[in-house]
Structures are given as C-alpha cells and as structure tokens.
C-alpha cells in the first residue's frame, strides 16, 4: 500500500475567509474574528507581504502556541490566518484589578515555558515575548502569538535586526549584538 502525503492547503483565497468582525490592532495590523469554511479563526490583515513570511512557523503545533492556518492576500492586504483565541490576553487579566492566584502564576509560568521549550526546539527566536503577547484560547490554556518579529535561528542567523518591543527587549538587541534563544529569557 502507497501512502500519499497531502501537505495542507497554505494560501486561501479571500473568497473564503467570511463574516470578519474586528477585534483590535496592534503595531503591525488589524485582527479579525472570522471563519473559515465553518471554522472560527482569527485573521491579522498588514500591509506589507514581508510580514507574512511565517514560513518556518507553518508546521509548528504546540497547546501553548498559537496555530498557524496560512496566508491570504487581497489586494494591497495581506492576511496571517490563524487559531483564534477567543479569551483576550494575559496582560488584560494581569491589570484588571482581579487577585491572581499563586496556583495560576504558576500554572501560566509553565505553559509559556513549555511553548518557549517548544519554538526553541524547532530554532524559532520569538524576539518579541510579553504579556500582551500571550492569549488564552477558549479551553483556558496560554498561548504565545503575535510571531511578527520572530526569525529562524540558523548558524548563519545571530546578527539580528532591532526589533520587538523596547521595554522589553535584550540588551543584546539593543546593542545590535549578536543574539541566542536568550533573548526570550531576558
């Protein structure tokens, strides 16, 4: 028996992306709540194709990272298309004003260490690692996102640019230094 391997399908037309409904902005585009073919996704529209190329993000699966579904483009939009965390962000939940208990800080200290462990693993430098930065699906779980600055660590890779968040950057980036998966410690 032959076993053929289908890789699933990347780019989406927009034809198939449906009832997009806004839910915020960041730095580097608008989400959307939207769905596709029946599943409810999240939809990042930007405007520069650069800021598509996930590529070295497209196999990972991990409960504490945010899936990746593909790409679209429309006209001068370009869409990242992925898992839709319907929770809001660890930041929110930290500033609300509401106790936290020690057993959730832990909990959550686990599940971000556990999705780092994992994007290390497969060579990906997140860059940009901060509360805002994390969501929670709709199970509770955490889940690292927002991979806009992330890169692919290759022997030929440790110079990076500046980029990410600059409180919350490492002085190796700042410096304009040569940099590790340390910087998603700092």
Known sequence: MVRILVEPQWEWPPSEIDDLQYVGSGAQGSVYKATLRGR?????????QSETEIRHL??????NVVQFLGVSIDG???????????NGNLFDIIHNNTSVSIESIISWTQQIAQGM????S????HRDLKSPNILIG?????KISDFGVSK????????????GTVAWMAPEIMRDEPCSFKVDVW
């Open 40 to 48: 409810v996704i999240a939809v990042k529209k930007v405007s520069k």
């Open 58 to 63: 497209r196999g990972l699966c991990h409960p």
């Open 76 to 86: 001068p939009w370009y869409s990242i298309l992925m898992e839709y965390c319907p």
């Open 117 to 120: 462990n994992y994007l290390h």
């Open 122 to 125: 497969h060579k990906v430098i």
């Open 138 to 142: 709709d199970d509770g779980q955490l």
């Open 152 to 163: 692919e660590f290759t022997e030929n890779s440790t110079k990076m640019s500046f980029a």
